[in-house]
């Protein structure tokens, strides 16, 4: 059983910056995908920023230059680090893993909470 679990969210006034965690239960060195995804009230979720294991990453058009998606295979880790939060960032963040060979699945974290306001 594959694990996620995610830390890093609270509260922060627009123009803030928070770094959020996701810590794996398993290695994640070679055959995992991982993501960040969003979901705020109302809203369908989205894709944040993924990063690939050779650390190739791609980022939702609303976070690009603001967000940065990294990942540390040795602790089974992945970040967000978040800068210039803007009130429409507020959503519930998720850690995914997508494993990239047989047999696919993806793993989701419970998520954390962003809440940025003043």
Excluded: H
């Excluded at 770094?19 to 369908?44: D, E, H, N």
């Amino acid at each position: 059983q594959v694990q996620l679990v995610e830390s890093g969210g609270g509260l922060v006034q627009p123009g803030g910056s928070l770094r959020l965690s996701c810590a794996a239960s398993v290695s994640i060195f070679s055959f995992y995908t991982m993501g960040w995804y969003r979901q705020a009230p109302g809203k369908q979720r989205e894709l944040v920023a993924t990063i690939t294991s050779g650390g190739s990453a791609n980022y939702a058009d609303s976070v690009r230059g603001r967000f940065t998606i990294s990942r540390d295979n040795a602790k089974n880790t992945v970040y967000l680090q978040m800068n210039s939060l803007k009130p429409e960032d507020t959503a519930v963040y998720s850690c995914n893993a997508e494993r990239i060979i047989s047999p696919r699945r993806s793993y989701w974290g419970q998520g954390t909470q962003v809440t940025v306001s003043s």
